[in-house]
């Protein structure tokens, strides 16, 4: 131990600028928030600990519970198709098919725009004119009865804004799983074929546990990132209509700038950051479990 | 196993058919780009005939998205260079320590990817102001290091991992310094790793919406997304011109991403083993 650590040199002169910056950006602010979050601060002037006040404001206020189911639905809803969908186009663009490199830019290309203006783009797929966007589409190959006011139906919304998320970050489920696939060595899949497995039965019992790690980083990436979405619903519904696709994110949002009420807002947040890393220890535990098992 | 068969022919054709639907909104805000208002109202799914490149010379005067491509470059390669630097570092130390702290740090690095930047932001905001940094390039640059260095440790930390060790123990023994041992030989080897960092923390911060909002909304500094933000608003009813100005800005990171697309799938490949 002792000589490996002389040959490294100084800690602090490899990590002190890292954590330094680490520590004022993400740490220190991340504290105070949990401090905020028992206070009844709203920005300017004095404030005082209200003690869980604004938890039970919260569990009365429909607004913000709504929002939470929302966050949750939404989530749910990314996790399994963003991931499902990106597993069937790795496997696609792995095979050995003459188009896959288009097909990899193609698919992956979303990822790397700005979600906001990914929203605006949706904003106009979801037009309700019925010959513009995707209702247009829908009566142009003769499916013209399964036009929607896409955005504004409050029962429609929230999965609107789910299918648009799906949309851009598919691709990078996909990166993950090819990376994964990439990693799996051939002749493991060239000894299952000589074994006489079929492409199922090679899928269920040699690729798929083999695909566990790739599996656990985009089910933990795909999660974290739909309880903390927040650009694509700002810029696509604001949270409407009415309250039909607000999120955590854009309640605490609304809390604090629109109303200055920073002390509920950052109780918004921790409920948020409870949420999230409740969820990433379970899975983390399931995942790796199923990892050791493959 | 390589062959093209019948079955290779027909998953072509489905994925091409895949690939197709799925450019249908790309479809969309291309052509529609391209159209004058009158044929947008007119066939707003059809090609547009002729095409015209008005949209793109209105939309880019009228966004002032030549300032806002400059403030969006500076930000974005200022934080990547400072990512690189100190988070590169503190991964190879961390990787490479084997003690009891660099666990230790290596999981207090890996909770910045859990938690939600929203619980540090109005702290963080009033940190800033009272220093009178909103406003400035300095609070924002300094914001995506802190942020994203948790995501570039982690990268960095699991390729270290599967990084042979002796060459920089042999410049050690050949009286090199810790330091020049890591800037000549152990940084150069990490150039896959460098690249998949480049490249994803360079989507982030370029298309990143939300902070420049709150930082630098209404100064001369605001970032492409903040600018076709409020242009988009200005010009709600208008497609045409507001799809060139969503190509317009586009246009950079995609760019970059075509340049550096290989380092995408390498990087997260070397990220699974660590």
């Known amino acids: 131990m002792s000589k490996k650590r002389s040959r490294l040199g100084p800690p602090w002169l490899f990590v002190a600028p890292a954590l330094l910056v680490y520590a004022a950006i993400v740490i220190y602010p991340s504290v105070a928030g949990v401090v905020y979050a028992f206070t009844d601060w709203t920005g300017i002037g004095d404030w005082s600990f209200v003690g869980l006040r604004n938890f039970d404001t919260l569990l009365h206020d429909d607004q913000s519970l709504g929002a939470l189911k929302n966050t949750l639905l939404l989530t749910v809803a990314i996790v399994v198709v963003q991931n499902g969908i990106g597993l069937l186009l790795a496997l696609g663009v792995h095979a050995r098919i003459k188009s896959r490199m288009v097909l990899r830019a193609v698919f992956f290309a979303p990822v790397v725009v700005s979600p906001v203006m990914i929203a605006f783009l949706w904003k106009y797929v979801y037009n309700p004119a019925p010959d513009a966007g995707l209702n247009g589409l829908l009566g142009a190959v003769g499916l013209g009865s399964l036009r929607q006011d896409w955005l504004g139906d409050p029962s429609l919304a929230l999965w609107s804004v789910a299918a648009m998320v799906v949309w851009q970050n598919a691709g990078y489920s996909m990166v993950i799983f090819l990376a994964g696939l990439e990693g799996i060595g051939k002749d493991v899949r060239e000894a299952a074929t000589i074994d006489g497995a079929g492409p199922v039965a090679r899928f269920r019992y040699v690729t798929w546990p083999l695909l566990a790690p790739a599996t656990t980083i985009n089910v933990m990436l795909s999660t974290i990132g739909g309880l903390k979405l927040f650009d694509q619903v700002f810029a696509a519904t604001g949270g409407g209509p009415g309250y039909a696709t607000e999120t955590l994110s854009t309640v605490l949002y609304k809390q604090a700038f629109v109303f200055g009420r920073y002390g509920y807002s950052t109780a918004v947040a921790l409920v948020l950051a409870l949420f999230v890393a409740a969820v990433s220890l379970v899975q983390i535990r399931y995942l790796r479990a199923r990892e050791d098992n493959a | 196993m390589n062959r093209y068969r019948p079955r290779t022919f027909v998953l072509e054709l489905l994925m091409v058919a895949a690939g197709v639907l799925f450019l249908f909104p790309v479809y969309a805000l291309v052509t529609l780009s391209l159209k004058d208002p009158a044929q947008t109202a007119k066939s707003p799914l059809a090609l547009p005939k002729p095409p015209t490149l008005d949209n793109y010379t209105q939309a880019w005067s009228s966004a002032s998205l030549g300032g806002a491509l400059l403030s969006s470059t500076l930000i974005t390669v200022v934080s990547l260079v400072l990512l690189i630097v100190i988070g590169s570092c503190a991964a190879y130390w961390v990787a490479r320590t084997g003690t009891r702290l660099g666990y230790g740090l290596y999981i207090l690095f890996l909770l910045g990817i859990v938690l939600p930047f929203q619980l540090g932001m109005i702290p963080l905001y009033n940190l800033f102001s009272r220093l009178d940094l909103i406003g400035g390039y300095q609070s924002i640059i300094l914001f995506y290091t802190g942020i994203q260095l948790p995501f570039t440790v982690f990268l960095y930390t699991g390729f270290i991992r599967a990084l042979p060790q002796e060459y920089a123990a042999a410049a050690l023994v050949d009286g090199a310094s810790h330091l020049q041992a890591y800037t000549r030989i152990v940084f150069p080897l990490l150039r896959p790793i460098t690249g998949t960092v480049l490249i994803l923390n360079a989507v982030f911060i370029w298309n990143d919406f939300f902070t420049p909002l709150l930082y630098l909304a209404g100064s001369d500094k605001e ?52």
């Open chain 2, 223 to 274: 970032t492409v997304p903040v600018r076709i933000f409020a242009f988009v608003g200005q010009y709600v009813s208008d497609y045409g011109l507001v799809f060139a100005g969503l190509v317009l800005g586009a246009i950079p990171i995609l760019v970059v991403f075509l340049v550096l697309q290989r380092y995408v799938i390498k990087g997260f490949a070397s990220g699974l083993k660590g």
